[in-house]
């Protein structure tokens, strides 16, 4: 076979993977209006040749037959994995999903026992798949398709939002609000943008003793100056601004997001179960979470499944240092169906892998972590990153920020 047929091939497999609208469709819009043909024709031979690159998984010495090491390019089944890297410098990604940013995070004092956390994004580049810093932004959201990202300039709550293009780095729109803005998310398919509004910097943080008794920033669980939420669509810039009136149980930073659908908003609550959720109608009424989301927790990142029948869940054993395992449910009955590997389920790769976050120490050490790809129905993971060595260190701690690509 050469290596036209072989490009034709994982050309036609990949095709028939991806559901009919694709995630990328508010970007493919956004690019049709920046006609900006030469670009398109680049990303498109990038793709082409990451199509036919392809790497052999070594097998770990020192982590027994479950630990498989990509050599760090893609491989036919879409994963890229730095397990030498971390903080990671080059694109990390498995499946439908990347790791389209990250940032770390510090404190600027404010008075003797309050400060306010200020992030700094690294964004990935979509032409070099290097991650380039860019310390301009406040608040960064990626839309599905990794062009186009929802960024808010520093000193929150600010009274515009940008829309950044990841490949020049420009703000090709800017859309005004007449209400502060502190927190963006993305719709599933990626044409409708949340913006939640503030009347005060959300990100407060407070001197809290540490278990050395010493003191540390932490967070301040302050009542929450968050005033409800704007459903934009990205395209025209236009949206409506909702009131929602802040919980006395919220957290000082209450964000909202997307229900799958699209059709809701929810927001994490203090109380009750541990990442209890609200949701709320469009219209800024409390309702009860959908039918599918009902069990889902605010404080897993990866939630339902792409294809809907999945819910991930949250750590329910560790049976040794570097070896933990979460819950996957059905999300209508909550009832659990399997565990998977990983103390954090972050993302899904697709509908049975999923990227998590996985404990290497014991629980009398220090917490040290790395990103990994986990599959149901098998024990084996593949490290997608280096350890997070720092983890309590905020100049070099490090989160991720996925996006489906």
Do not use: C
Request: no cysteine; aromatic share 8%.
């Amino acid at each position: 076979m050469n290596v036209e047929e072989l490009v034709r091939d994982a050309l036609r497999e990949q095709a028939a993977e991806q559901p009919s609208a694709g995630p990328g469709l508010a970007d493919r819009v956004l690019a049709v209006r920046r006609r900006r043909r030469t670009r398109r024709l680049a990303a498109m031979a990038a793709a082409t040749a990451a199509v036919v690159a392809v790497a052999v998984a070594v097998p770990l010495l020192d982590s027994g037959k479950d630990d498989v090491r990509p050599s760090g390019v893609v491989q036919q089944n879409g994963i890229t994995g730095h397990p030498d890297q971390s903080p990671p410098r080059e694109l990390i990604a498995a499946g439908q999903t990347a790791l389209a940013a990250y940032y770390t995070w510090r404190t600027v004092p404010q008075t003797d026992d309050r400060g306010i956390g200020v992030r700094t994004y690294w964004l990935l580049d979509p032409g070099t798949g290097r991650y380039v810093k860019d310390s301009r932004w406040a608040f960064v959201a990626v839309a599905p398709g990794l062009r186009t990202a929802a960024v808010l300039e520093q000193n929150l709550p600010v009274r515009r939002i940008g829309l950044l293009d990841l490949a020049t780095r420009k703000v090709e729109r800017w859309i005004p609000v007449q209400h502060g803005v502190a927190a963006l998310a993305f719709s599933y398919d990626g044409t409708r943008l949340l913006a939640t509004t503030y009347d005060e910097n959300p990100d407060v943080r407070a001197e809290v003793q540490n278990e050395k008794g010493g003191w540390d920033w932490g967070p301040a669980f302050a009542a929450s100056s968050r005033t409800g939420f704007y459903d934009v669509d990205v395209v025209s810039g236009k949206g409506t601004w909702t009131g929602v009136a802040s919980d006395r149980n919220d957290l000082s930073r209450g964000d909202f997001s997307y229900s799958r659908t699209g059709d809701q908003v929810y927001a994490q609550v203090i109380g009750g179960r541990d990442g209890m959720e609200q949701y709320y109608d469009l219209d800024g009424n409390r309702i009860a979470a959908p039918a599918d989301e009902k069990y889902l927790r605010a404080d897993v990142g990866a939630r339902l499944s792409p294809n809907g029948r999945l819910a991930a869940l949250g750590l329910t054993k560790e049976v040794a240092p570097g070896k933990s395992y979460s819950s996957i449910r059905d999300p209508r009955t909550g009832k659990e169906i399997t565990k998977v590997r990983g103390a954090q389920l972050l993302a899904w790769a697709d509908d049975r892998r999923l990227i998590a976050w996985e404990r290497v120490t014991g629980l009398d050490e220090p917490y040290r972590g790395r990103l990994v790809l986990v599959t149901i129905g098998s024990d084996r993971i593949v490290p997608l990153s280096g350890v997070e060595e720092q983890l309590y260190d905020e100049l070099k701690a490090w989160q991720p920020v996925f996006a489906r690509r």
